[in-house]
């Protein structure tokens, strides 16, 4: 009967995984700008849904749920990063320190100079993004990733709609901002 | 590098553009592999942790740490204790050997006229 339970319990999982791995990935992806660090971090949350699935109480749906959890672990493991970058003056003058354009995956280029431009684009954009607050990010990131309505953002931010709009409004002004600003002194 | 206005614009378009363009992922083919073997793993180790639990082992300890105590002081007191009785026997040993009445062993030698020999004298 237990038996029976559990083989029921990882085949439900399993079409979990199959269904929103790749909106998972994705997700993660736009926060961490790395493929790598995506997927890890998307393993990171099938292992936290597999833990707390019998926790899960339907006050959400399943998939708003798993993409909340996707969401904080984009945000803690930018936290964590932040915290790197704190310590990385430190590292610099051991001489220890690897280049962090080299995590940063740009689109492929032919031309050298454009891949280089693409990178510092990359870089400038998540510096920018990084100064938002956690909830004007995430509304700003989710409502450029195909698959989010602005409802399903709401019910990952336990929000209104008019509250995301107004966040990805002011996210975007800000980011503008801030861009400008960047451009402006000549990066 | 000083650029115009229109410059600056074109570059936060094309900067902001950057997320409008993402392409889209595909998780590796082997995601769900070593997904599960994480959750194996995770869980094994949590089993492991199970098995080996902190607070338990602290509680052996401190219980350990208890009785040797304990042993320590008894045993301690068992040497006071027989130090003690080896400390009563000798005194009254020698309450007993060192009577007045014994006391003809410490009295001077009394020179013999005759033949020289030394002889205790008795102690009345």
């Not at chain 1, 891949?115 to 870089?123: C, G």
């Not at chain 1, 409802?151 to 995301?164: G, H, K, N, R």
């Not at chain 2, 309450?95 to 014994?102: I, K, N, R």
């Amino acid at each position: 009967m237990e038996q029976q339970e559990t083989i029921s319990r990882d085949l439900f999982f399993s079409g979990l995984v199959a269904e929103h791995q790749e909106m998972v990935v994705n997700t993660c992806y736009r926060f961490v700008f790395n493929r790598e660090d995506a997927e890890d971090l998307a393993q990171e949350v099938f292992i936290e849904v597999h833990r707390s699935l019998d926790r899960f109480r339907e006050e959400s749906k399943l998939s708003t749920w798993i993409y909340r959890i996707a969401v904080t672990k984009s945000l803690d493991h930018l936290r964590r990063q932040k915290r790197k970058k704190r310590f990385s003056s430190i590292k610099r003058l051991i001489g220890a320190e690897e280049d962090p354009a080299a995590s940063i995956a740009a689109p492929e280029r032919e031309n050298p100079a454009d891949a280089l431009a693409d990178k510092e684009r990359v870089t400038v954009l998540k510096n920018a993004l990084d100064s938002l607050p956690d909830n004007q990010k995430t509304a700003f990131l989710l409502s450029k990733q195909d698959g989010y309505s602005n409802q399903e953002i709401a019910d990952i931010l336990q929000t209104s709609v008019p509250a995301v709009e107004s966040l990805i409004h002011r996210a975007k002004k800000n980011l503008q901002t801030r861009l400008q600003r960047y451009y402006e002194t000549g990066g | 590098m000083n650029r115009s206005k229109e410059q600056r614009d074109a570059e936060v378009l094309k900067t902001m553009g950057i997320l409008d363009n993402m392409p889209k992922v595909e998780p590796n083919h082997l995601f769900r592999a070593r997904l599960l073997e994480r959750i194996d793993a995770t869980e094994r180790s949590r089993a492991t942790a199970v098995g080996f639990n902190p607070r338990l082992a602290f509680f052996g300890l401190l219980l350990t740490v208890n009785v040797g105590m304990g042993l320590l002081m008894f045993t301690h007191q068992e040497t006071s204790t027989m130090t003690a009785r080896n400390g009563d026997t000798a005194e009254a040993v020698s309450e007993e050997y060192g009577s007045p009445a014994l006391s003809y062993y410490e009295q001077a030698p009394i020179q013999d006229s005759q033949d020289g020999e030394t002889e205790p004298k008795a102690n009345q």
